[in-house]
């Protein structure tokens, strides 16, 4: 089982950036693909990116490609969502979200365990 906890957002002004990170609990981080997904006010959650076991194959979606970075760093049990060139549609609560295998990334119903998420507020 793992425990996942989100930091790093905030309020920013359009055109800027912010670095989320993921922080997990216990010694298996390694093992498990990690998403980020995000949902603004009165929309579904919606996937963001994904990133494989290792950190070598990495997804995203079409909203946030060439803008968003996915990374991992396993030694600190850390994912991390970079975002540039953010924009005021970009606004969310930001979740990251742990499943095993790396298939069906999109799908929030295939991550078995999620942060409380953190707030992102990009202006216009």
């Known amino acids: 089982q793992v425990q996942l906890a989100e930091s790093g957002g905030g309020l920013v002004q359009a055109g800027g950036s912010l670095r989320l990170s993921c922080a997990a609990s216990?010694?298996?981080?390694?093992?498990?693909?990690m998403g980020w997904f995000r949902q603004a006010p009165g929309k579904e959650r919606e996937f963001v990116a994904a990133?494989?076991?290792?950190?070598?194959?990495?997804y995203y979606a079409d909203s946030v490609k060439g803008r968003f970075t996915i990374t991992r760093d396993n030694a600190k049990n850390t994912v991390y969502l970079q975002m540039n060139s953010l924009k005021p549609e970009d606004t969310a609560v930001y979740y990251c979200?742990?499943?095993?295998?790396?298939?069906?990334?999109?799908?929030?119903?295939?991550?078995?365990?999620w942060g409380q998420g953190t707030q992102v507020t990009v202006s216009s």
């Open positions: 990133i494989s076991h290792i950190g070598g194959s990495t």
């Open positions: 216990g010694r298996t981080f390694s093992r498990y693909v």
């Open positions: 979200a742990a499943k095993s295998y790396y298939s069906n990334l999109p799908s929030e119903y295939e991550y078995d365990y």
